[in-house]
Nanobody, 125 residues
Framework: QVQLIESGGGKVQAGDSLKLSCTAPEDIFSLSTMAWFRQAPGKERQFAAAITRSGRLINYAESVKGRFTIYRDNDKNTVYLLMESLKPEDTAVYYC??????????????????WGQGTQVTVSS
């Protein structure tokens, strides 16, 4: 079973920053567009950001553009999500996902092959 392992969640105040990390097996990571999705209580899973294997193509949801930065370290098989200027509405479980053999940072969750267990981010006002 493929494991994507997220870390870095926590409880912060509005305006603070957090950095999430997700590590995947090398044989998956090297072939995959990597993404972060989030799911707030009672809501559907939403796209946050995605980055292709080379890092040349990146997509962000409008709600996080300018505040979140996705990047990857291909030597460490790790993708990161730097979240700045956090707002209470950013509170959610954040999931890492891998889309194998994709050359495009897909926005839809159905396009992703592997998922992590999620890490909770809570932003208080």
């Amino acid at each position: 079973q493929v494991q994507l392992i997220e870390s870095g969640g926590g409880k912060v105040q509005a305006g603070d920053s957090l950095k999430l990390s997700c590590t995947a097996p090398e044989d998956i990571f090297s072939l995959s567009t990597m993404a972060w999705f989030r799911q707030a209580p009672g809501k559907e899973r939403q796209f946050a950001a995605a980055i292709t294997r080379s890092g040349r193509l990146i997509n962000y949801a409008e709600s996080v553009k300018g505040r979140f930065t996705i990047y990857r370290d291909n030597d460490k098989n790790t993708v990161y999500l730097l979240m700045e200027s956090l707002k209470p509405e950013d509170t959610a479980v954040y999931y890492c996902a891998a889309d194998v053999d994709s050359g495009y940072p897909d926005l839809g969750p159905s396009g992703y092959d592997y998922w992590g267990q999620g890490t909770q981010v809570t932003v208080s006002s």
